[in-house]
């Protein structure tokens, strides 16, 4: 035999032989052994992580004692006025549930009530904002 160049046919001899069947363990399902060469992401709580990070939040504003004092009257006259139901836009502190900070959104709808003993203002459509978020309100009591 020449050395020098390999054979055409190198696994002639196992080549037909039936596929080895174990006596003790059964065959794993398709589904099962196709998981083993799904994509691996070892990383996935660092882009998760990264991601958070990069998302932009706005710190709670403090209102100064002419502000609250304002608002405050704002809401004694909600209060008043809640049987009329008035349109009112309130701005308001939204807290990050994964991080420090927030975003200030505004809601607009009608009021339902305010709920003193929770500290909520409650819209028809079931929006409750906590009145320690807010730091705006305007409603057509004030227009």
Known sequence: MNHSQPS????????????PV????PPM?????????APFAALTSYHDAVRKAARFTDERIELDENA???????LRRL??????????TIQYFLPDKEKAGG?????????????WYHRKVILQDG??????????????IYM
């Open 79 to 88: 209060h008043q006025n809640a049987s009329l139901h008035p349109q009112i």
């Open 127 to 140: 929006t409750g904002i906590p009145i320690d978020d807010i730091i705006e309100l305007s409603d057509e």
């Open 103 to 115: 975003a200030y959104v505004s809601a607009t709808g009608f009021l339902k009530k305010t709920d």
């Open 8 to 19: 055409p046919f190198p696994y002639k001899d196992i080549l037909y032989l039936s596929h």
């Open 68 to 74: 609250k004092d304002l608002l405050d009257e704002k």
């Open 29 to 37: 399902p398709a589904r099962d052994r196709a998981a083993q060469f």
């Open 22 to 25: 174990s006596a003790t363990h």
